[in-house]
């Protein structure tokens, strides 16, 4: 019982990722992706540096750029499947 505790907690401490949201499927990364792009209103391209810089501004996305731009691309790579 004990083994099962440590080995439960060790799991969720090295394989720390989040859950899908179940009203709208998308983790807390993508959410905040999905309201920049809203409360941007965009309609034509944009750069995923551009778009990622204005993630981390405008949803607190404190992970970075960096992160973002690679939660964009994973979005996009998604969205290709």
């Known amino acids: 019982m004990i ?3 440590v ?3 060790i799991f969720v401490q090295y394989h720390n ?3 899908n949201c ?6 807390p990364g993508q959410r905040k992706v999905v309201f920049t792009c809203l409360k ?12 990622a810089g204005s993630v981390a ?3 607190a996305y404190h992970h970075g750029e960096v992160s973002a ?9 998604l969205m290709l499947c």
């Open 3 to 5: 083994y099962n505790m």
């Open 7 to 9: 080995r439960a907690d």
């Open 17 to 19: 990722f989040s859950l």
């Open 22 to 27: 179940c009203m709208s499927g998308f983790k």
């Open 40 to 51: 941007r209103n965009l309609m034509k391209e944009i750069k995923v540096a551009q778009l």
């Open 57 to 59: 501004e405008h949803s």
């Open 69 to 77: 731009g690679i939660e964009l691309l994973v979005m996009l790579l």
